[in-house]
């Protein structure tokens, strides 16, 4: 017996119905099925491309520019450079003065060199790098700027390594400038790595003497190497705290700016329309001064200063001494009545022997 439903039969047309029915909502799930892996496909390769892009960003933060002239970024760095040959220049009853030069940053820093006569000390001679200040860098000169200060440090048993900053006398480079660029800080440290690797030079007693903008590249090269710079002397010293310069200004006429199309006057540009100008509370600016790290450094600091000084106020050493005073900072603030911004005179006499009797005490 067919008990099979007739074509018509109403029931037999419902069942075609749900069969509809069922069919189409299999497909739409298959779709809804094919669509959401598609769509949690695509959605996870997002979330990996966000996370590339956040890893990026981050590592774009941590080579954030102009991070070269931070004082973190000096401390990260490592300074290793040696002397090239020796070249005699001059010579005294005292010691030989010899032309050479190092390497740093890949540019030929070149200076000039005394070696003491007579029996070299246990270990190595006592060394000072000493740093020179703003010059017009056509107008310098190896062996005439500073002489005398060369001339009499090293009569009194020292090293004295005079170095040509970068870009002055027969230095490559380009002059950066001391305030906004860690160039000078660096040649610094290399020099003082330079004397480190040689055979007459005790590597534990090497100090640093700056004068004038030099003051700014020492106190940071402290900063950069606390437990490795021991002393620092420096004179008529300018921009520590870098509030001070907005405050107490500088008035140097003998100041060149960099030409305009020059790569260091663009550079500083760049830096300023970034960052603005210095800003105390600014995560960029904080990392700059010497004074904001203080806490590691166990060395001494020398400051010299004239109260007639025109150029740079002795109110910059007035106001690095309280600062030193208040961080339990070894230090000495030796004033001088008169000799102006180079301590000429009788007071230079004072200056240079005050400075002699500092590296003999704490190298």
Known sequence: MDLSLPENHPIQKINKKRRVLVLLCAFIGLNAIVFGAFYFSVKSQKVENNADLYSNTKTQISQAPFAEMTIPYLRSRSYESSLSQLNQATETSNYIGYLTSYQSDGFKVKGYLTIPKGVMPSGGWPAIVFVHGYIPPASYRTLENYATHVDFLAKNGFVVFKIDLRGHGQSEGEPGGGYYSGDYIIDTLNAKAALESSDYVHPDRIGLWG????????????????????????????????????????????????????????????????????????????????????????????????????????????????????????????????????????????AIQNTVDFFKREL
């Open 211 to 350: 004068h004038s903008m030099a003051g700014n590249v020492v106190s940071r090269a402290m900063a950069a190497s606390p437990s490795e710079v021991k002393a620092i002397a420096i004179w008529s010293g300018a921009v520590y705290t870098y509030e001070d310069f907005s405050e107490f200004s500088i008035e140097d006429n003998s100041y060149q700016p960099p030409p305009s199309d020059s790569p260091a006057r663009a550079r500083r540009n760049e830096m300023f329309e970034i960052y603005g100008q210095f800003d105390p509370n600014s995560s960029f600016w904080k990392q700059v001064p010497m004074t904001n790290y203080l806490s590691d450094i166990k060395g001494a600091i020398s400051l010299n200063h004239a109260r007639d000084d025109s150029v740079v106020d002795i109110v910059y050493s007035r106001n690095l001494a309280e600062i030193l005073e208040k961080n339990s900072i070894r230090h000495e603030l030796n004033e001088y009545a008169g000799g102006g911004h180079n301590i000429t005179g009788s007071y230079f006499t004072q």
